[in-house]
């Protein structure tokens, strides 16, 4: 019997996955028996998930958990309910579900329900020889509390391929509401929170306490059987007359119809049914596998100089032919290795050259690249080599390389060249005999479709818009660019919106609808920036012009980033005008300063965190929290939470602006490789409070690509 994909334990993890396992879960594993290495803790892995969207039997959660990094989308049918959940598995043993569900007839006056909600959960203990795995979770800890629930569960795998897993737990509150076996002090609030998006601290593991417990048995590799005794009663529903149960067993099915596309079928409470479509994307698995990249030139050695000393003499340098045929050979050969050469240094010992990255997605592959050419065509008495990238028109970390080192470590793991190098924060000096290959003025333009989604307006969950999006950037002189972006729509929904806003603030956001013209081009942005180097440790922005789709104004940005460090510091200024809804070109009365000091910290291993503190665009103070995980391949999954001086109340529905953002590369879809990436928010309610203005080309995200540990975090893909 052969074992089931996604049921076994992992017998050795991936490097990149042993590592967060190293920092994450320390104190939290469990101490096997002195020399019993049969009884090491090990994860309990599922493909499995319940129908709230969450790893689990049918309707109750287990202790199992996805693979790390997990993305799963589920959608469910349930007892006429209809729920959307996007599950992540942040790490090992750390799970995030955000779910949307709706719910016809719930409300007093016979109109549909629409509940937004976030659950957690964790794995506090991982299973060994005799001992289940075991997890915390809490279910709608952030929402109106319809679904507000909290449990702790083991689940125990039997037998030598884990086919048969076994589960039982507790649970509080909606988990709860049937097969009640005891009561925790304290009485449960069970009142809705009408504005939602508050924590419900007061209810966690209070009120009645019931029992649940089911069975999964794996028939074979794509067929699953389940089984389970569900608390889940539906008192709410049933009292509202839109729901009706006759008993807690819950039966039925998991079926892989492809690869990461499961379809659940379930017989529930003795009288009803539902039906769950998930699939699962995992950012470490591209569909196009390693991807299409042509081979890079091979490096070429130098030959020694006692047995080639000609090869070796310094004459060149002062051939003036000879270095501008130089220049041009080198040109050429990095744009055929999608590296642009902006600029470059020819001396008798050593080089710099100024590069703009226009293909590879991580700096150190273009640093690789750029490498090899040099290793080819440079002549032999030049050993030391500078490779300084060039972003937002500006020189950034200067990473200086022997060609000795080059030639020893071509065919080392990257980190071996890195570890040799020096690293240093003057690459924005520019040296007197700098030759710009690349001259002013410079024009950069594409043309590419573009995808924009709506997420969760009451009337339509989902609405889109898809159309063309026409960019160009000139670039006067080193650091100043004009930018901007035209979009036409050519179909979708957007123009569909109906909704008034209601809010009691500036209606910096919710007045979005306003803005869209199915029919007439966009324009999305048309700024100015001026892009600097105040020191060697400090990048500086200021942007004038129509800035977003809403406003206009001056935007300035100071950021302090050391090139070796995983802490930098920012401050950002902005006066802006609220832009008209038809004309592209005039204000509205509304003006506004805006600003935020920022701090950002990589806490290694692809995760980082940010705070940024100030005045937002309706004139609120406050913070933004944001904790995002960026995976080696550049997908990106983010979530945030933004809270300000506006009361609850008067922010609305959801209460304060929260939101989970991911970004997939496209070379990740094609295999191709390009810079490209599709970004998508998905905000539970595009409110006012919190809201922050949408300057393009902030420094921190372009500035940390070429820094010493992002160079370092993707060492390997140096030599590809």
């Known amino acids: 019997m052969t074992s089931r994909p996604g049921r076994r334990r992992p017998v050795a993890a991936s490097a990149a996955s042993g590592a967060v396992r190293g920092v994450a879960l320390a104190g939290a594993t469990v101490a096997g028996f002195s020399g019993a290495s049969a009884l090491r803790a090990d994860p309990l892995i599922t493909n499995s998930y319940n129908l709230f969207g969450t790893p689990g039997l049918i309707e109750m959660p287990t202790a199992e958990m996805s693979r790390d990094g997990d993305v799963s989308g589920n959608f469910s049918y349930v007892l006429d309910q209809s729920r959307t959940t996007l599950t992540f598995q942040v790490f090992p043993r750390l799970t995030g579900s955000f779910r949307y569900s709706r719910i016809p007839g719930y409300e007093f006056n016979g109109e549909d329900r629409y509940d937004r909600s976030f659950d957690l959960r964790y794995q506090v203990l991982e299973e060994t020889t005799w001992l ?62 009408e ?28 067929l699953t059987l389940k089984a389970e005794y569900s608390t889940d009663g539906y008192t709410l529903e049933q009292d509202r007359g839109v729901a009706d149960t006759d008993g807690p067993w819950n039966f039925g099915l998991d079926y892989e119809v492809a690869p990461g596309l499961r379809f659940g079928a379930y017989s529930l409470h003795g009288s009803q049914f539902g039906i769950l479509l998930n699939f699962v994307l995992n950012p470490n698995e591209p569909p196009a596998g390693a991807g299409f990249e042509p081979a890079p ?19 060149w340098i002062v051939n003036q032919p000879t270095r501008t045929g130089l220049n041009e050979t080198i040109r050429t050969a990095l744009e055929a290795e999608g590296v642009r050469l902006d600029g470059i240094v020819l001396r008798a010992n050593s080089a710099e050259v100024r590069i703009r990255n226009d293909r590879w997605r991580a700096e150190a592959q273009a640093h690789g690249r750029t490498l090899r050419v040099l290793a080819r065509f440079l002549p032999a ?47 924005g000096r520019r040296p007197d005999d700098l030759v710009q290959v690349d001259p002013h003025p410079k024009l950069t333009y594409g043309v590419a479709p573009y995808l924009e989604i709506s997420l969760f307006d009451p009337d339509d969950p989902l609405r889109y818009n898809v159309g063309v999006s026409f960019t160009g950037a000139l670039e006067f002189a080193p650091g100043l660019v004009v930018s901007g972006e035209v979009r036409q729509p050519l179909f979708g ?44 440790q400090f990048y500086s922005r200021i942007s004038a012009g129509m800035l977003e789709r809403m406003f206009g104004g001056v935007s300035a940005e100071l950021l302090w980033k050391p090139i070796d460090s995983r802490i930098a ?107 490209r990436t599709y970004t998508t928010l998905l905000q539970p309610l595009t409110r006012d409070g919190g809201a922050r203005l949408n300057v393009p080309d902030r420094l921190y995200d372009r500035v940390r690509l070429s820094d010493q540990p992002a160079l370092e975090d993707r060492a390997g893909r140096f030599w590809r």
């Open 132 to 193: 289940p795995a075991v997890a915390i979770g809490l279910q709608d800890f952030i929402g109106t509390g319809l679904y507000s629930g909290e449990y702790i569960v083991g689940t125990k795998s039997l037998g030598q391929f884990d086919d048969v897993r076994v589960t039982a737990g507790l649970g509080w509150g909606r988990l709860a509401t049937a097969g009640v076996i005891a009561g925790t002090q304290g009485a449960r609030v069970s009142e809705f929170v």
């Open 195 to 222: 504005t939602g998006g508050t924590a419900n601290f007061d209810q966690f593991f209070t009120g009645p306490v019931s029992a649940f417990g089911g069975v999964s048995w794996a028939l074979s590799d794509k």
């Open 297 to 315: 030139v091979p490096i070429q050695a130098r030959p020694r100089r006692d047995s080639d000393p000609l090869a070796w003499s310094e004459d």
């Open 381 to 427: 008495s030049v050993e030391r080599i500078t490779v300084v990238p060039v972003v937002n028109s500006v020189p950034v970390a200067a990473v200086t390389y022997n060609r000795s080192d080059i030639e020893r470590l071509g065919n080392a793991p990257g980190r071996a060249i890195l570890d040799a190098a020096e690293f240093s924060g003057g690459g």
């Open 493 to 536: 929904t957007f123009d569909e919106i109906s909704r008034p806003s209601n809010s009691e603030l500036p209606r910096v956001r919710s007045n979005f609808r306003l803005y869209i013209d199915d029919n007439a081009p966009d324009l999305n942005n048309l700024q100015v920036a001026w892009y600097a180097r105040p020191g060697d």
């Open 569 to 675: 510091l920012g401050a950002e200024i902005n006066y802006v005008q609220q832009r008209e809804f038809d004309d592209p070109f005039a204000f509205q009365d509304y003006d506004v300063w805006t600003g935020h000091a920022s701090i950002y910290y990589d806490l290694e291993n692809g995760y980082f965190g940010q705070i940024d503190a100030g005045r937002y665009l309706a004139g609120d103070y406050g913070a933004t929290f944001t904790a995002a995980r960026v995976f080696d391949n550049g997908w990106r999954v983010s979530a945030y939470a933004t809270f300000t001086n506006v009361p609850f109340e008067e922010f609305g529905e959801g209460s304060f602006d929260k939101g989970i953002r991911v970004t997939v590369p496209v070379d990740w879809l094609t295999g191709q490789p390009t810079r």
